[in-house]
């Protein structure tokens, strides 16, 4: 939607949530924010008067193209909404198979995409609500703050459900809410740090695994740790610096891309572990938004992942298809131009059509299809969604 171009240090992240109402958990500071929809609204209605935007945020003007969101593709996201709502459980819980936790979380990462909020008045806006108690619930994070044993998603679940509450703090439907999301964040956020700590082997280190205690790191669980901490940063928490430069440094080396010097000659990609010759689609595009989400714009690692993405289109026969085309979505609209308008006619060509009649989506592998529809439908709204750029998480 509106994007301001960070420096390339990871110092700077902007977003448009302000920091400073989270650096202290007051009821002051914890007061609903204006709806992101509200926001919208006033943002199209001053750029249909003639308003620039950068009088407003001292960025270029406001376009309203750029806001337009196309009929069909505004339709299907309702449609899914209106499909995971269908799915929620009496406990609040958003899920059709197991790792309920983790889906949940997903599923209300994808509610606040397209805009919506626990605070609102409307059945979405009461789902989303009574979704995010659950989430908070006390039993669902041990005494050491992780998530991932509950439901046996492990540091996956564990970084997921720690991003979607980095991205919902401060969007409560109540200052308690919020106080609680705050309280749940700081033990989540410990532990990610203290299992990056775990003494590796060099090419391993500032990396995640499967649990706490592993002592070895791959980028798909890394990622997910990452985008939630540098979210947290930009929160206003207390996350050290070095860990952030120390998971960058782990994504750099699983790039494959060949290097001279600071220099990468050619287009490159990104691999589940460091020491794998072959770039992944899924992992690619995944490597390219942690190190855009950490504010890497210009890095050449950036520039390589986009034009190997460019050249190797994905198709519905791709491994992990919905997972890599979240990520996909998200970095590619990052790029601009060309990478942009192909990703976007792209993932609109992929889903649009194979989303079912109930507003759901089903992923055409097994590996994505045993996971479930309230899985492969919140990754599609959240890779459909990547025009409107509500969550913090994703705005350049």
Not at 115 to 124: A, L, N, R, V
Not at 274 to 297: E, I
Request: glycine residues 10%.
């Amino acid at each position: 939607m509106i994007r301001s171009r960070p420096s390339a240090g990871v110092e700077q992240c902007p977003r448009t949530r302000s920091t400073e109402a989270f650096r202290s958990p007051d009821a002051a500071n914890f007061a609903p924010r204006i709806s992101r929809r509200t926001l919208l609204g006033t943002l199209l209605a001053t750029s249909a008067l003639g308003v620039r935007s950068g009088n407003l945020i001292g960025q270029e003007p406001l376009s309203v193209e750029n806001l337009y969101v196309d009929d069909n593709l505004d339709r299907a996201c309702q449609r899914a909404i209106d499909f995971l709502m269908a799915q929620q459980r009496t406990n609040g819980s958003i899920t059709d198979r197991g790792h309920e936790l983790a889906l949940t979380a997903l599923a209300i990462m994808a509610f606040a995409s397209i805009g919506i909020e626990p605070s609102e008045s409307t059945p979405q806006g009461q789902t989303l609500q009574t979704a995010l108690d659950f989430v908070l619930d006390p039993k669902h994070q041990n005494e050491f703050g992780y998530f991932g044993s509950h439901d046996g998603s492990r540091m996956y679940g564990h970084g997921i459900v720690t991003l979607m509450l980095t991205e919902m703090l401060g969007m409560g439907a109540s200052v308690q809410q919020n106080r609680i999301t705050h309280e749940r964040l700081d033990k989540a956020i410990a532990l990610i740090l203290s299992s990056q700590a775990i003494r590796k082997e060099p090419k391993l280190n500032g990396g995640w695994r499967y649990s706490p205690g592993a002592r070895d790191s791959d980028l798909s669980v890394t990622i997910w740790q990452l985008m939630a901490l540098r979210s947290a940063k930009n929160d206003g928490m207390e996350v050290p610096a070095e860990a952030i430069e120390e998971a960058l440094g782990y994504l750099r080396n699983s790039f494959t891309g060949r290097r001279s010097g600071d220099e990468v000659t050619g287009e490159g990609g990104f691999s589940y572990t460091p020491g794998q010759s072959r770039p992944s689609f899924t992992m690619t595009a995944a490597g390219l938004l942690a190190m855009q989400v950490c504010g890497q714009y210009d890095a050449p690692e950036v520039a390589a992942a986009a034009d190997w993405l460019l050249g190797h289109k994905p198709t519905p026969t791709e491994r992990y298809l919905f997972y890599g085309l979240y990520y996909y979505a998200q970095g590619m609209h990052q790029m601009g131009g060309t990478y942009a308008d192909q990703s976007q006619q792209i993932v609109s060509d992929l889903l649009l059509s194979r989303q079912r009649s109930d507003g759901s989506w089903m992923a055409p592998g097994g590996e994505e299809r045993n996971v479930g529809l309230v899985y492969s439908t919140s990754l599609a709204v959240l890779s459909l969604s990547v025009r409107y750029h509500y969550l913090p998480i994703y705005q350049r």
